[in-house]
């Protein structure tokens, strides 16, 4: 699940040759979600998409059997059409997440967590990663700058990457993220509850 700059929610659904797979859309109107969903993005039935991510002008970026591709609302009446690929991924790519200037970041159980840069003049990403930090992730966000990267290790433990730096914060295991304008991060625990850390100063901890 993943929503966008104004409310929608959206979700990634398929596993392979059983059905419709592609992304639902369930819209926002009043800040009131609608029950129904609308298909906004159709995918081969042999598509297994995974993961999704959505940058703050709308473009959707979606894994599937590896590999990434970034769709645009730019198509007639607003419909997702390709507009990059990822032509060279790592394996075992566990999540996705994408900052404001459109660079995708992957974790990965086998590389860590993985930054692919965009090029705009060009409509690119750069062929080959940098690495961010060198902790294996299944899960990862970050702030909408890029300045600041967040993982889960193989055993849900939070680490945040700046500066090149990577250091161990919380004192309780983190599973999926999310990151809010504010640079706050939101992680959920074992125990079935919220855990917010705010910056200080650029560090988290608690």
């Given at each position: 699940?993943?929503d ?13 040759n ?9 819209s926002?109107?009043?800040g ?9 993005l159709?995918l081969p ?12 002008t709308g ?5 599937n ?6 769709y645009?609302p730019t ?8 507009s ?9 790519v ?18 860590g967590i993985?930054?692919y840069?965009?090029d705009?003049?060009?409509n690119t ?9 060198p ?9 909408a700058d ?11 433990h939070l680490s945040?990457?700046?500066g ?7 004192t ?6 999310a ?6 991060l939101y ?11 705010s ?7 608690g």
């Amino acid at each position: 699940l993943m929503d966008d700059a104004n409310g929608n929610l959206f979700a990634v659904t398929g596993y392979q040759n059983t059905g419709t797979a592609g992304v639902y859309k369930f819209s926002s109107v009043n800040g009131i979600l609608q029950n129904t969903p609308s298909l906004v993005l159709s995918l081969p039935a042999t598509s297994w998409p995974n993961q999704l991510a959505i940058d703050a002008t709308g473009n959707m970026y979606v894994e599937n059997l590896g590999g990434v591709a970034r769709y645009s609302p730019t198509g007639p009446g607003g419909s997702y059409v390709l507009s990059a690929t990822l032509t060279s991924t790592p394996t075992a790519v566990q999540s996705i997440a994408v900052d404001a200037a459109g660079n995708l970041f992957l974790a990965t159980i086998s590389q860590g967590i993985l930054k692919y840069a965009f090029d705009a003049t060009t409509n690119t990403f750069a062929s080959s990663p940098t690495q961010i930090s060198p902790v294996n992730s299944l899960y990862t966000a970050v702030t909408a700058d890029g300045s600041t990267v967040f993982g889960t290790d193989n055993s849900f433990h939070l680490s945040y990457s700046s500066g090149g730096t990577t250091t161990s914060f919380g004192t309780t295991q983190g599973y999926p993220l999310a990151v809010d304008s504010d640079d706050n991060l939101y992680t959920t625990s074992p125990a079935g509850t919220v855990q917010l850390y705010s910056p200080t100063g650029g560090i988290y901890g608690g």
